[in-house]
């Protein structure tokens, strides 16, 4: 790597290298770091033909966002991307932005009212110039706000949606699937926003259920009887051009072939058999609404029936729905039900919930409506996308998710990419208004190739903005042209992306890139959930729940933030965030900021090698502890499970080393001859390099400040003589099986165990911690000279007096406090650990506490009353206290009779 450029060196390593603070400090370390490692070149990959990339596309956040937390979840991008950079894979993880065509267009708009103005009224122009003003202003707070969450993105290879190059690409790629009869321009039906006044695809409509009615009505028969349909919206039967039955259904057989007439607007309309027709349901007999149903207008076209649209782009009705044109959907509906009703026609009225379809922007109710659209047809392109995930190609982590994206790909309609807005890609076909010929070309054609007018006009529609999104793992890469980030990045290794957009970008992303590029664009889709509130409620303004990640950021850091993300949450599962679990990360943060402090306060100068010491016991204990942890968390990061990486951090780090190595050091550090003050010394900076270095993906921040502030051995050398090395350009450790000592590691967990067993003894007779008492161990077979070697930890960690190493059961001690384990049985003399007669005093009194407990509790579960009335969860509420006091007893009595 080229020599970083470091602003005020001298003044960051004075900083730095002279004293450890107390107390960890985020807000100021993070200002400080997170500008040396992007001005120091750290994020850029060096592109090294002899190694094989690894590379992260981010999916862009929208212009219009703000950081929430499902941005927060990033840092799983973040915590993969910082591990194989340290693990010296070239690295790279590419940042952006997206346009988002209906989110912007909809935030200028608003600005345009505030201003008084319109946006038809400005004209198309003088709209992008606003837009794109507006862009420049707001649209990079993300990327801003996402450098405070640590993202170690390349930023000099920022790309968005609409800048030059993925313009190019996207025209390109129109231009292609245009070319080869995969873009057609066509009257279809379409799902529409009228509060948008834009088209949807069928992925961009969210359904909600809603209370209605079902309307029955009579169809007055014009050869033959009449027939009774049923409808959700009586204000669409205006368009009705049919009704149909099912060809089996012997009630409206002789009906076939005829026709019935239209309430209200008297139109004689035909009745066809499809089998589309369920006999089951409703009466059995469907009207044909063909403008405003996708599944009425699949039948109108195998029966020619006639498709008469009666609803404008606003949601007012149009000029074929007769006496009720200008009329809002909702007073249509209203006239309409009553006209039913006044002419005798309308036999019923049900309640009825059903899904109703909503703009996923702004929540509107979509239409469906006929209209000449741009599509894309679907059928030939998901086919080898389809395969590419059956054959392994791409995987699903969790495999569970294949299973939506192979649901939609195998349902899938053609795509509408066509939007009736100004702000997005501009659709490259142009119209020649002297002969009427359609070209579609890459740049704007001189003249028309029909009749050579030179008056042609671009179509005015851009296209949805998942058109261009889903180029993104190439286009971003300098596609159409052949770069060298495109030859050595493509295809990329990991897309890391919410349950939410499988379909609306994911798939979209695999079938577009196998078309252009030969072959899928990551082999590995890694799926995280929502982040949700401590009830597993969604998060949103509205509901009150949303959480600022920055103000988290700002109240316990970021390292805090990213921990209570990655910690506790299996992929593919929603995390319901909760303070406490910040809380937790900051108190983890600080428990490894205050051992560091302790090892910094007691290394001295640069320390040995562990590999230059007779190492004793524990010392084989936590370098065996260490090398299991190293070998599970790269385990976990290459399967992409970040979860369990950070239980097994945090395990090692709060447990084996902190409360155990630490403490156990403290005697050679503090008072031991010199070989034994080094190699503690040794061991302790040995671990604690290595641990520094599997805690950086996903806590970047503490432990680089941490890594500055020591000698450590894993360290590359002072930068220019003045700054220490940084741990974001370090090694990876590596394990070594010189350093594992399984059998050694098993006796010391066998000492640790009798601690912790002594710990609870003095624990459950509430014994002061100062006072010693002398344990007594019957060592199992093979134990006797592992304990008595450990004498020394029994005596600092678990309050002995003195240790005596017992031979037969004989030389127990009669009244002592008594527990068994794997490596021996434990006797405490009781007159050493309480005061006999008060310790009796303090039994008996607790035993009649507990034993008038259990009968109240006993009579009330035997209360008939009680139990009819209380509800169920109080009553397993009183059983649980019932079993837990009766369990106490059984503890009591054992101990009162230890005393005898």
């Excluded at 005798?344 to 899904?355: Q, R």
């Excluded at 156990?664 to 040995?686: D, H, M, T, Y």
Aim: proline letters at 6%; charged letters at 25%.
């Amino acid at each position: 790597m080229t020599e970083p450029v470091i602003p005020a060196a001298e003044k960051i390593a004075a900083e730095t290298l002279e004293e450890m603070p107390k107390a960890y400090q985020p807000a100021a370390i993070e200002a400080r770091l997170y500008p040396l490692w992007e001005n120091g070149g750290f994020f850029k990959p060096k592109i090294d033909p002899d190694k094989k990339p690894f590379t992260i596309v981010m999916p862009p956040p929208n212009i219009t966002g703000q950081l929430h937390m499902g941005h927060a979840m990033y840092v799983i991008q973040d915590a993969l991307t910082r591990f194989h950079r340290l693990t010296g894979d070239p690295t790279l993880w590419l940042p952006g932005t997206d346009h988002a065509s209906i989110a912007t267009e909809a935030k200028v708009v608003s600005a345009l009212l505030e201003d008084g103005l319109t946006k038809d009224a400005i004209g198309r122009e003088a709209f992008l110039k606003r837009a794109w003003e507006w862009r420049d202003e707001y649209g990079g707070h993300i990327v801003r706000q996402l450098r405070r969450l640590g993202a170690s993105c390349d930023w000099s290879r920022e790309r968005f949606t609409m800048d030059e190059g993925l313009n190019e690409a996207v025209i390109e790629v129109f231009c292609r699937l245009y070319e080869k009869g995969l873009i057609y321009r066509g009257d279809r039906i379409i799902q529409w926003c009228p509060k948008c006044k834009t088209s949807l695809s069928d992925i961009e409509v969210e359904y909600e259920e809603q209370t209605s009615y079902l309307w029955y009505v009579r169809y007055p028969g014009v050869e033959g009887q009449d027939v009774i349909v049923a409808t959700t919206r009586p204000e669409t039967m205006l368009g009705d051009t049919g009704v149909a039955v099912n060809p089996d259904d012997p009630r409206y057989a002789n009906l076939i072939g005829k026709h019935v007439r239209l309430p209200i607007l008297n139109r004689e309309i035909p009745v066809v058999a499809d089998e589309y027709v369920e006999s089951s349901f409703g009466t059995g007999a469907v009207k044909m609404t063909p403008a405003h149903d996708p599944n009425d207008f699949e039948v109108a076209k195998r029966h020619n029936l006639e498709i008469l649209r009666v609803m404008n782009y606003d949601g007012t009705m149009n000029e074929h729905a007769g006496p009720y044109a200008g009329l809002t959907a909702a007073e249509t509906r209203k006239q309409v039900v009553a006209e039913l009703e006044r002419l005798g026609l309308l036999v019923k009225v049900e309640p009825y919930t059903h899904n109703v379809g909503v703009c996923y922007r702004c929540g509107g109710t979509a239409e469906p409506i006929t209209s000449l659209q741009w599509f894309v047809t679907m059928k030939p392109l998901a086919a080898p996308a389809l395969e590419a995930v059956r054959a392994g190609e791409t995987r699903f982590v969790p495999e569970r998710f294949s299973q939506v994206y192979y649901n939609w790909m195998e349902n899938i309609r053609d795509w509408c990419i066509s939007r009736q807005l100004c702000w997005g890609h501009r659709i490259p076909a142009y119209y020649c208004d002297a002969c009427g010929t359609m070209s579609v070309a890459r740049a704007k054609p001189k003249k028309c190739p029909s009749c050579g007018s030179t008056e042609l006009r671009q179509d005015e529609d851009v296209l949805d903005t998942w058109f261009s999104s889903a180029l993104w793992p190439f286009s971003t890469l300098g596609w159409p042209h052949d770069t060298e980030d495109l030859r050595y990045f493509y295809p990329t290794s990991v897309l890391v992306t919410g349950y939410d957009i499988i379909f609306f970008w994911v798939a979209r992303m695999i079938f577009s890139s196998i078309e252009q590029m030969g072959e899928p664009p990551f082999h590995t889709v890694l799926i995280h959930g929502l982040v949700r509130d401590a009830h597993g409620q969604k998060m949103s303004k509205s509901a009150g729940n949303g959480i600022d990640p920055l103000e988290v950021i700002d109240q316990y850091g970021a390292d805090a933030l990213r921990w209570a993300l990655i910690s506790g949450v299996s992929p593919g599962n929603d995390l319901r965030y909760s303070t406490e679990k910040t809380e937790a990360a900051r108190n983890f943060a600080n428990k490894l900021w205050n051992a560091a402090r302790f090892v910094k306060m007691n290394l001295g100068d640069r320390p040995g090698s562990v590999y230059e010491y007779e190492l004793e016991l524990a010392d084989k204990w936590i370098l065996t502890r260490y090398q299991e942890t190293l070998r599970e968390v790269e385990r976990h990061f290459r399967d992409y499970d970040l979860a369990l990486a950070a239980q097994s951090l945090y395990d090692f780090t709060w447990n084996a080393y902190c409360d155990w190595t630490i403490e156990l050091s403290k005697p050679a550090l503090f008072g031991g001859e010199n070989s034994a003050r080094s190699k503690a010394r040794a061991v302790l900076a040995f671990v604690l390099d290595g641990l520094l270095k599997m805690l950086h993906p996903i806590m970047p921040f503490i432990t680089e400040e941490i890594y500055g502030l020591l000698p450590l051995p894993g360290k590359r050398g002072l930068l220019r003589g003045l700054l220490r090395g940084l741990l974001i350009e370090a090694d990876w450790p590596v394990a070594d099986s010189a350093l594992d000592f399984p059998e050694e590691a098993a006796r010391m967990e066998g000492v640790i165990e009798i601690v912790r067993t002594v710990r609870a003894l003095r624990l459950e007779r509430g014994v002061a911690p100062g006072r010693k008492a002398r344990i007594d161990l019957l060592p199992t077979s093979g134990w006797s000279e592992t304990l008595k070697a450990a004498a020394p930890i029994f005596e600092r960690l678990a309050g002995a007096q003195s240790v005596r190493i017992l031979y037969e059961r004989e030389d127990a001690p009669t009244q002592a406090a008594k527990a068994v384990t794997a490596s021996a049985e434990i006797f405490i003399p009781l007159g050493e650990l309480v005061d006999l007669d008060k310790e009796r005093a303090r039994i008996s009194k607790a035993l009649t506490q507990t034993k008038q407990e259990i009968e109240r509790g006993e009579k009330r579960l035997a209360n008939e009353g009680f139990i009819a009335k209380a509800p169920a969860a109080l009553i397993e509420e009183e059983r649980a206290k019932l079993d837990q006091r009766r369990a106490m007893q059984a503890t009591l009595e054992a101990q009162a009779g230890a005393l005898d």
